[in-house]
């Protein structure tokens, strides 16, 4: 009803709340990076999501640059982030679920961070992160939890020493999005992880 004051308005926020989209956009004519970081899963989008079990806002990369005040062609580019596997709390579709057995069998367990529920598991959905890419306009893919899935690529830092299994399913999901897999996470560390990012240039 459009009660609720500003931040900006409270007198216990004064020096706490700036201008986001003058200091973003007077960043970037500096020639400054910024990076803008979205929140909730694609799936979990209001428009493109498995309504009516989605979360209240759009979660795609679009919106995450106007919530901040950045026009489209500022964006250079969007990286969209995938999980080796799928989870969700609560209900809803999820063709690609596994058994809770089978996902303690991949040692995979794990909790909403605000409910403490329990999360489904399921397989990786290709055809899910097709429509990501496609509607998030992704330019580069985050592959996380590789460890996960592949426990025999545990920790490694170089693409080469990757298991051909591992990089197999890399090059699956290169050929089925069309967008380059440039950052893969192979442990809990922000050492273990591979960067791939400076074969773009």
Do not use: H
């Not at 700036?18 to 200091?23: F, I, L, S, Y």
């Not at 040692?107 to 890419?133: H, P, Q, W």
């Not at 899935?149 to 290169?174: G, H, M, T, W």
């Not at 999005?177 to 990012?197: F, K, M, N, Q």
Request: include cysteine; charged fraction near 25%.
């Amino acid at each position: 009803m459009r009660t609720a004051k500003l931040a900006g308005d409270i007198p216990e926020m004064k020096g706490y709340t700036a201008d986001v989209p003058t200091e973003i956009n007077e960043a970037l004519d500096e020639g400054k990076e910024v990076f803008v970081e979205g929140s909730q899963g694609f799936g979990l989008s209001l428009y493109y999501g498995t309504y009516p079990y989605v979360t209240s806002k759009d979660t795609t990369a679009s919106s995450a640059a106007a919530d901040v005040g950045i026009g489209p062609t500022r964006v250079d580019d969007v990286i969209v982030v995938f999980k080796s596997y799928i989870t969700r709390v609560g209900e809803g579709p999820f063709k690609t679920e596994i058994s809770q057995q089978k996902a303690e069998d991949l040692n995979i367990e794990e909790y909403g961070t605000v409910t403490g529920r329990r999360r489904r598991v399921g397989t990786f959905d290709m055809e899910l992160a097709k429509e990501s890419c496609m509607i998030n306009g992704a330019t580069q893919i985050a592959l996380t939890c590789v460890d996960r899935i592949f426990p025999n690529c545990e920790r490694v830092q170089d693409y080469s020493e990757l298991s051909q299994e591992v990089k197999n399913f890399v090059a699956e999901i290169e050929g089925e999005t069309g967008v380059p897999v440039t950052i893969i996470s192979t442990g809990p560390d922000l050492v273990d992880t591979i960067d791939l990012r400076d074969e773009l240039l």
